[in-house]
C-alpha cells in the first residue's frame, strides 16, 4: 500500500484546510485509515481514524467538531476536513493505513505512511 498527502498549507486561524490521502497498491485488504500529526518536538499523535465496513469515526478530543474525516472508496481516497483551525494545530499531518492479510499461519497486521504534508495555522 502507498500512501500520498496534498493539502497542506498556510492558513490564518479560524480558517479552514482539506487534506487528501491517495491511497496505491493492495487497498483491499486496508481496514482502517487515519490522520496523525507532528508538532515539532513532540511524539506524533493521532488526530482522526475511520474503519473500513461501517465508517465508524474516533477523533482526538481537542479536534471534535472542527475536523471532519471521511473517505471515498471507489477512488482510494481519505479526506481529512479542518475547520477552525488553531496556531496549536500546527504540525506535519500524516495519513496511516493499516491493512490485514490472512496467511497460513493466521492473520497479519501491517502498518503503512506517507511522507507528510506541512499545515501551519497564523496566530
Known amino acids: 500500500v502507498q500512501l500520498v498527502e496534498s493539502g497542506g498549507g498556510l492558513v490564518q486561524a479560524g480558517g479552514s484546510l482539506r487534506l487528501s490521502c491517495a491511497a496505491s497498491?493492495?487497498?483491499?485488504?486496508?481496514?482502517?485509515m487515519g490522520w496523525y500529526r507532528q508538532a515539532p518536538g513532540k511524539q506524533r499523535e493521532l488526530v482522526a481514524i475511520?474503519?473500513?465496513?461501517?465508517?465508524?469515526?474516533n477523533y482526538k478530543d481537542s479536534v471534535k467538531g472542527r475536523f471532519a474525516i471521511s473517505r471515498d472508496n471507489a477512488k482510494n481516497m481519505m479526506y481529512l476536513q479542518m475547520n477552525s483551525l488553531k496556531p496549536e494545530d500546527t504540525a506535519v499531518y500524516y495519513c496511516?493505513?493499516?491493512?490485514?492479510?490472512?496467511?497460513?499461519?493466521?492473520?497479519?497486521?501491517?502498518?503503512?505512511w506517507g511522507q507528510g504534508t506541512q499545515v501551519t495555522v497564523s496566530s
Open positions: 496511516y493505513a493499516m491493512s490485514t492479510i490472512a496467511t497460513v499461519t493466521g492473520r497479519r497486521s501491517y502498518n503503512y
Open positions: 475511520i474503519t473500513s465496513g461501517d465508517n465508524s469515526t
Open positions: 497498491g493492495s487497498t483491499f485488504s486496508i481496514n482502517k
